[in-house]
């Protein structure tokens, strides 16, 4: 069964990346894997003469299970990719755009990346990604070019999210799980965050010249009066900062916050397309919005994110786990065990090809930093390391990530384009950041250790003083 679930899943993917040249849509190959998974692992299943009734109530329930976690991310999606949508029928985005007066390829590539890598850890890396890609339509008229600045607000958004508690599905799992405080996250993970944005970005601008070309103004529809635009823009901004508060203060899931923010906005511009009219023409609503959402795009998180679920509860992804362990926990260098350095890099390249929530959640469950056996206890490098990995591994593959997915529907960027342009560049970038806070932890240790014996010599500490 493993050997089969495996072979389908790696002709699925494979058949995504050849989008174009086969020319079948990638959500149709997305929504057929999530089904054919099941489907077999339901079959091979059965075929081992267990009990139907009672493993039929286990699929159901493993299926809801899924489903739910999956439809999190959905709606999570759909209310995000709705409210920016929203704001940029509003023309809300051109308040920001009319302030980025430059056109020079470097100075704007910069500019994006580093918005897109502090945004990130704000919000969060999808809904940062959207919001991002809605302002490079309205600063760069060239669609290839445009997908230059794309794939790097991909990298950066996922650099961004890696560092901060709430920028990242996986980071928030670590944190609720207590596995890293807050304050400690940052301090450890943030200088390498930003290395593994800054150097693509440093290598992308050694090759730009020249100045970009504005998309030139061609309103459709009825011109949004300014104070409508400033007005749907700060609520579009709350609605989307809100989330992690509301995730914060009620401890509901995220979605709940999105929906939440999407249903104030809603009724706010009902009221506005109400009072407002021009040559018979109303103000957009929320409804007019959800016409023209990238539907499929949704659909294909849901494919695959169904196929991952299986791999899952197949027991696969936790095999794959505990393979990693059994062969790389126990590497030392002198007295120092270094092993989990490199399950942690490994698990984020995976994070490229398979979903890295599961993947993060086989490994805690497989390390509790409480309890008896604990191996790596709370704000262990162990767990820093893994939220910059998971996070930002991500990057190596369009649909590695929510973010890339989200940007790959929005933009319709090629598979293909994406492996050739961008992928060399996020692996540099990965690397450079995983070095960085290697050695950054190495030397924290030697440090304190070295005060720690310091402390201990008489009369050391005042001659330091």
């Given at each position: 069964?493993?050997?089969?679930?495996?072979?389908?899943?790696?002709?699925?993917?494979?058949?995504?990346?050849?989008?174009?040249?086969?020319?079948?849509?990638?959500?149709a190959t997305?929504?057929?894997?999530?089904?054919?998974?099941?489907?077999?692992?339901?079959?091979?299943?059965?075929?081992?003469?267990v009990?139907?009734?009672?493993?039929?109530?286990?699929?159901?329930?493993k299926?809801?299970e899924?489903?739910?976690?999956?439809?999190?991310?959905?709606?999570?999606?759909?209310?995000?990719?709705?409210?920016?949508?929203?704001?940029?029928?509003?023309?809300?985005?051109?308040?920001?755009?009319?302030?980025?007066?430059?056109?020079?390829?470097?100075?704007?590539?910069?500019?994006?990346?580093?918005?897109?890598?502090?945004?990130?850890?704000?919000?969060?890396?999808?809904?940062?990604?959207?919001?991002?890609?809605?302002?490079?339509?309205?600063?760069?008229?060239?669609?290839?070019e445009?997908?230059?600045?794309?794939?790097?607000?991909?990298?950066?958004?996922?650099?961004?999210?890696?560092?901060?508690?709430?920028?990242?599905?996986?980071?928030?799992?670590?944190?609720?799980?207590?596995?890293?405080?807050t304050?400690?996250?940052i301090v450890?993970?943030?200088?390498?965050?930003l290395?593994?944005?800054?150097?693509?970005?440093?290598?992308?601008?050694?090759?730009?010249?020249?100045?970009?070309e504005?998309?030139?103004?061609?309103?459709?529809?009825?011109q949004?009066?300014?104070?409508?635009?400033?007005?749907?823009l700060?609520?579009?901004?709350?609605?989307?900062?809100?989330?992690?508060?509301?995730?914060?203060i009620?401890?509901?899931?995220?979605?709940?916050?999105?929906?939440?923010g999407?249903?104030?906005?809603?009724?706010?511009t009902?009221?506005l397309?109400?009072?407002?009219?021009?040559?018979?023409?109303?103000?957009p609503?929320?409804?007019?919005?959800?016409?023209?959402?990238?539907?499929?795009?949704?659909?294909?998180?849901?494919?695959?994110?169904?196929?991952?679920?299986?791999?899952?509860?197949?027991?696969?992804?936790?095999?794959?786990?505990?393979?990693?362990?059994?062969?790389?926990?126990?590497?030392?260098?002198?007295?120092?065990?270094?092993?989990f350095f490199?399950?942690?890099?490994?698990?984020?390249?995976?994070?490229?090809?398979?979903?890295?929530?599961?993947?993060?959640?086989?490994?805690?469950?497989?390390y509790p930093?409480?309890?008896?056996?604990?191996?790596?206890?709370?704000?262990h490098?162990?767990?820093?390391?893994?939220?910059?990995?998971?996070?930002?591994?991500?990057?190596?593959?369009?649909?590695?990530?929510a973010?890339?997915?989200?940007?790959?529907?929005?933009?319709?960027?090629?598979?293909?384009w994406?492996?050739?342009?961008?992928?060399?560049?996020?692996?540099?970038?990965?690397i450079?950041?995983?070095?960085?806070?290697i050695?950054?932890?190495?030397?924290?240790f030697?440090?304190?250790?070295?005060?720690?014996?310091?402390?201990?010599?008489?009369?050391?500490?005042?001659?330091?003083c």
């Open positions: 069964m493993v050997v089969t679930l495996v072979t389908i899943f790696i002709i699925g993917y494979a058949c995504i990346a050849l989008e174009h040249p086969l020319k079948v849509n990638k959500t997305a929504l057929l894997l999530g089904v054919l998974t099941w489907a077999i692992y339901n079959a091979f299943n059965l075929a081992s003469g009990d139907i009734d009672t493993y039929r109530q286990f699929v159901s329930e299926l809801i899924n489903l739910g976690e999956t439809a999190e991310i959905v709606f999570f999606l759909l209310g995000a990719m709705t409210i920016v949508t929203l704001i940029e029928d509003y023309q809300g985005f051109s308040i920001i755009t009319d302030k980025i007066k430059t056109t020079n390829k470097r100075r704007l590539m910069w500019i994006i990346s580093i918005l897109t890598f502090f945004l990130s850890a704000l919000l969060d890396n999808m809904t940062t990604a959207i919001v991002m890609i809605a302002l490079l339509r309205k600063l760069i008229a060239d669609k290839k445009r997908w230059l600045y794309a794939g790097m607000v991909i990298l950066a958004a996922n650099a961004g999210g890696a560092w901060s508690p709430i920028g990242d599905v996986t980071t928030i799992m670590l944190w609720i799980k207590g596995e890293v405080t304050v400690n996250i450890k993970t943030l200088m390498a965050s290395v593994c944005m800054a150097v693509p970005v440093w290598i992308v601008c050694r090759t730009l010249k020249g100045d970009i504005r998309p030139t103004d061609a309103s459709e529809g009825v949004v009066p300014h104070r409508f635009r400033v007005l749907v700060v609520m579009g901004v709350c609605a989307l900062i809100f989330v992690p508060v509301f995730k914060t009620t401890h509901l899931p995220p979605y709940l916050g999105m929906l939440f999407l249903s104030v906005m809603w009724v706010t009902e009221i397309s109400r009072k407002y009219s021009k040559d018979n023409v109303q103000l609503t929320a409804v007019s919005t959800l016409e023209h959402v990238d539907v499929p795009t949704i659909l294909f998180f849901l494919g695959i994110l169904m196929a991952v679920a299986c791999l899952k509860v197949a027991g696969i992804l936790g095999g794959l786990a505990q393979g990693l362990n059994d062969s790389l926990l126990n590497i030392h260098i002198g007295d120092e065990m270094v092993g490199l399950i942690d890099f490994i698990i984020g390249i995976l994070s490229s090809i398979v979903d890295n929530v599961p993947l993060v959640a086989a490994v805690q469950g497989m930093h409480v309890g008896e056996g604990v191996i790596f206890a709370q704000n490098p162990f767990w820093e390391f893994l939220a910059y990995c998971a996070g930002s591994g991500g990057s190596l593959l369009i649909i590695g990530s973010a890339g997915v989200a940007v790959m529907g929005m933009e319709k960027i090629d598979f293909i994406y492996l050739k342009k961008i992928t060399l560049l996020a692996l540099a970038g990965y450079a950041g995983a070095i960085v806070f050695v950054m932890d190495v030397t924290l030697e440090k304190v250790a070295f005060l720690r014996d310091l402390a201990m010599v008489p009369g050391a500490m005042p001659m330091i």
